[in-house]
């Protein structure tokens, strides 16, 4: 497979449809339409696809790591069901205020994929559906950031 052949994509709001008040249990993980199918497309043209996504909803103890799992269990089993696979998912499990380096727009989880997979964010596709999601890709990479069109 060449080099940098993957695509990282941000969670709710891409994959999976967003709540305002969080997505805390496997059962309100709802794939957006054509989504699933899409990971799958990224499949088919070569692409290891790689979920990158805060999930400040653990620090706000709103749901734990197990939970999180679970959700993303399901992701990756419905992903499946589509003929998709996800390579792999980064999570920053910290709030607004932690002060941590992975929590999107800063560059830890894309730098934390980058050297567990030795792969080059140079080029590298980013999708997100925010501002921040986009910031996480920093110039210094040129990355090619897109943003996700809502459902």
Aim: aromatic share 6%.
């Amino acid at each position: 497979m060449p080099e940098n052949r993957y695509v990282l994509l941000d969670r709710d709001g891409v994959i999976n449809r967003d709540s305002d008040d969080f997505i805390k249990s496997p059962e309100e993980w709802l794939p957006i339409e054509g989504r699933l199918e899409a990971i799958a497309l990224f499949n088919e043209h070569n692409y290891k696809v790689v979920v990158v996504t805060n999930q400040s909803g653990v620090a706000r103890g709103l749901f734990d790591t197990a939970t999180l799992e679970k959700i993303h269990a399901k992701m990756q089993r419905m992903a499946a069901e589509k003929g998709g696979k996800i390579d792999a998912i980064y999570f920053c499990p910290h709030g607004p205020d932690d002060g941590c380096n992975c929590r999107k727009p800063k560059p830890g989880l894309l730098e934390a994929f980058a050297a567990e997979h030795h792969a080059s964010l140079t080029g590298m596709a980013v999708i997100g559906d925010s501002l921040r999601d986009l910031q996480s890709a920093p110039a210094r990479y040129r990355s090619k950031p897109a943003r996700a069109a809502k459902p």
